[in-house]
């Protein structure tokens, strides 16, 4: 049988076999980044394609379909998603941390940095995959994740498609936030909800894959398992504490230091490590409560009896607006300076 869910997921896949008898054709599987959607999706994909799924609806993984699946050849299986990802290994969360095992090429490379956005050249070239008869009269399927990648013109041109499906044709999507697509393709999709795991199953995989200070890292990614791996196995650990740092000492000389120091660390990672400390202060003013970062619960303690809670919301809506174009700033070094600043602010 081929079977490799995350412990946390049997219980959404029994729910997702109950859809089989009348199959929508194209299904949006969202939560939050990091708790192995695509892993889940590409699962369904498989079983989908198999010639004898087995009783709980997981493919055979020893048929001829499943064969090609594995090995990323399957003639009625297509995988969409940016550049970027190609090049990548995974470490879910999704995309690139979701345990993704490799990609089928579906635009030219070009000498560029690879893109993180999925482009319109990528959706058309579906077009001629969906034009062909499928093999042995059985299913197509198309994966693309993560849906917000889509750029407004790739957007447009899957909406045209979503509206008039070909037969035989499943679109599986994966998404990390509902509200950065399309009104009109989120209401050509069935939504799927995956749930974050509990935090006992969540320790429980970290602890097998032998992360040290796993609670530490579990809570700082709001739960997600992957994320929370991915970043223990990564060089960031001195980074996220001098951010951390900084945010505990807020004034304009550490904002201008910090900036300098850290303006080639990626910006929407900084948003992000920023956005969660906001929430924390937020939430300790008004519940007394911690989610992400309880080894600082000191300082937060005394900078939220400093700030007003009208601050703390524009904060946060602030950086909201940021998160929306960290990933293309005009000066990293700026950008940074001017979040920092901005934070300062609230305290001065």
């Known amino acids: 049988?081929?079977?490799?869910?995350?412990?946390?997921?049997?219980?959404?896949?029994?729910q997702l076999q109950q859809m089989r008898a009348r199959l929508p054709h194209a299904i949006l599987f969202h939560g939050a980044e990091g708790i192995g959607k695509t892993v889940f999706a590409e699962q369904f994909a498989q079983s989908l394609l198999c010639e004898q799924p087995q009783a709980d609806g997981h493919a055979c993984g020893v048929c001829g379909s499943c064969g090609w699946f594995m090995q990323y050849n399957?003639?009625?299986?297509?995988?969409?998603?940016?550049?970027?990802?190609?090049?990548?290994?995974?470490?879910?969360?999704?995309?690139?941390?979701?345990?993704?095992?490799?990609?089928?090429?579906?635009?030219?490379?070009?000498?560029?940095?690879?893109?993180?956005?999925?482009?319109?050249d990528q959706i058309?070239?579906?077009?001629?995959?969906?034009?062909?008869?499928?093999?042995?009269?059985?299913?197509r399927v198309v994966l693309l994740y993560p849906a917000e990648a889509l750029n407004t013109a790739a957007a447009n041109a899957l909406l045209k498609t979503l509206e008039e499906p070909p037969p035989n044709t499943v679109f599986l999507l994966s998404s990390n936030s509902l509200d950065r697509l399309l009104p009109t393709i989120l209401s050509r999709c069935r939504k799927f909800a995956m749930p974050l795991p509990s935090h006992q199953q969540a320790m429980a995989w970290l602890?097998?894959?032998?992360?040290?200070?796993?609670?530490?890292?579990?809570?700082?990614?709001?739960?997600?398992?992957?994320?929370?791996?991915?970043?223990?196995?990564?060089e960031?650990?001195?980074?996220?504490?001098?951010?951390l740092q900084h945010l505990t000492k807020p004034g304009i000389d550490g904002a201008l230091k910090c900036a300098e120091h850290l303006q080639k660390t990626p910006v929407a990672e900084l948003v992000g490590w920023q956005q969660r400390w906001l929430y924390d202060l937020f939430s300790f003013k008004l519940s007394g409560t911690i989610r992400y970062y309880p080894r600082y619960e000191k300082a937060l303690a005394g900078l939220a009896a400093k700030v007003e809670t009208g601050a703390l919301l524009r904060a946060l809506k602030s950086?909201?607006?940021?998160?929306?174009?960290?990933?293309?700033?005009?000066?990293?070094?700026?950008?940074?300076?001017?979040?920092?600043?901005?934070?300062?602010a609230m305290f001065a």
């Open 124 to 139: 058309r070239v579906l077009s001629g995959f969906m034009n062909i008869s499928t093999h042995r009269q059985g299913q």
């Open 207 to 234: 602890r097998q894959q032998e992360v040290k200070d796993a609670d530490v890292w579990l809570a700082e990614q709001g739960g997600a398992p992957l994320t929370a791996y991915a970043q223990s196995q990564s």
């Open 74 to 120: 399957h003639p009625d299986y297509r995988r969409v998603r940016p550049e970027i990802l190609d090049g990548e290994d995974a470490a879910e969360g999704d995309g690139a941390e979701d345990g993704d095992k490799g990609s089928t090429k579906s635009a030219a490379k070009s000498a560029k940095a690879p893109s993180k956005e999925i482009k319109i």
């Open 1 to 14: 049988m081929s079977n490799s869910l995350f412990p946390w997921q049997d219980g959404v896949w029994q």
């Open 319 to 344: 950086s909201n607006e940021r998160r929306a174009v960290a990933e293309h700033p005009l000066s990293a070094r700026l950008f940074i300076e001017e979040m920092l600043l901005d934070y300062a």
């Open 236 to 243: 960031g650990r001195e980074l996220i504490d001098e951010f």
